[in-house]
């Protein structure tokens, strides 16, 4: 385990998978450094990260201080598999397993955290969690925070996210065209990529 503090931890990671091949949808900076912050802060046991790509996450989670013991990713695309594997190599893989379907999954399966970097499965995806859970989602993915709550609804929880974006701004400004790599002053409102993370709670507030 590298000695350093989570936040050097997270972007030396970054910057390594950044070079790495098939590196084009890899977890940002900002979203694997409010990860570890989070991993630190909640020491989780038992993860589920669904959406492993080519591994930036899980490398994070399998050398994080407070690495889980048990840490299930899921992937079925067959070039981040490739990727995966390769890019594991070398780490201490204990409790680790990946799993392709949401039916890889036990019935009665629960995490302590549940990322979101991809789509397991629509529904199965979100039976994963119990009171008290955490989920830590990459970029904005509102489809999935709304599915989230819908279902947590249905078994008597809810969760609030929290959002958070580099330099706390939701849009800024940028060029909207470029020529040969040179940004015209033609600007318009991007939305900015942040994270999200919240806690299962219950739906019924206890008086
Ligand atoms: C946002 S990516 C996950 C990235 C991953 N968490 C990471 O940081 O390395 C979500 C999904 O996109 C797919 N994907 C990612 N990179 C890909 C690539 N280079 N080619 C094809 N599919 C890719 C994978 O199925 C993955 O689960």
Not at 14 to 34: G, H, V
Not at 50 to 60: D, S, W
Not at 62 to 87: D, F, G, W, Y
Request: aromatic content about 6%.
């Amino acid at each position: 385990m590298r000695a350093m503090t989570t936040e050097r931890l997270a972007t030396d990671i970054y910057k390594e998978f950044k070079a790495k091949p098939e590196a084009q949808r890899i977890a940002t900076e900002f979203a694997l450094i409010e990860l570890a912050k989070l991993v630190s802060e909640i020491k989780p046991k038992n993860v589920l990260e669904i959406g492993a790509g080519i591994g930036t996450i899980t490398a994070l989670l399998l050398q994080h201080p407070n690495r889980p013991s048990q840490i299930t990713v899921t992937e079925a695309n067959p070039v981040c598999l490739l990727e995966l594997e390769k890019n594991l190599k070398g780490l201490a893989l204990e409790g680790y397993k990946l799993i392709k379907s949401a039916d890889d999954l036990k019935p009665h399966d629960v995490f302590d955290l549940v990322i979101f970097d991809g789509i397991l499965d629509e529904d199965k995806q979100y039976r994963v969690f119990k009171l008290g859970s955490w989920c830590f989602v990459e970029g904005s993915r509102t489809k999935t925070i709304i599915g989230l709550k819908k279902k947590l609804e249905s078994f008597g929880l809810t969760i609030n996210m929290q959002t958070k974006r580099p330099g706390g701004q939701k849009l800024k400004w940028k060029s909207a065209r470029t020529i040969l790599g040179v940004p015209l002053p033609a600007f318009k409102f991007r939305p900015v990529k942040g994270c999200s993370s919240g806690q299962v709670t219950s739906l019924v507030k206890s008086t």
